[in-house]
């Protein structure tokens, strides 16, 4: 059987949506407080410095770009753990 013409359970497809969509969602949390909850607590956050800078300024400015990035390499290696493990990777 070619990999392109195998087929997998409903169960087991299931279960990988399942993970997948929990990936997501943990992830679209994550960018939600990097992009809207952190921006509305700068004020507090510009009491604490980080290198120097007041940490409000620093996390808007390239903390939550950083984590942007992260976010995006972690989400692709943890999805394609997700892929190999229901054999559905390339």
Known sequence: M???NREISQ????RYWAKTRN???VILI???IFSIVVPLMVRPL???TFMGFPLGFYMICQGSLIAFVLLVFFQN???DQIDDEFGVGD
Do not use: G
């Open 2 to 4: 070619s990999a392109d």
């Open 11 to 14: 169960d087991v497809r299931d």
């Open 23 to 25: 990936l997501t969602v």
């Open 30 to 32: 994550l960018w939600f």
């Open 46 to 48: 510009n009491e604490m």
């Open 77 to 79: 290696w943890r999805q």
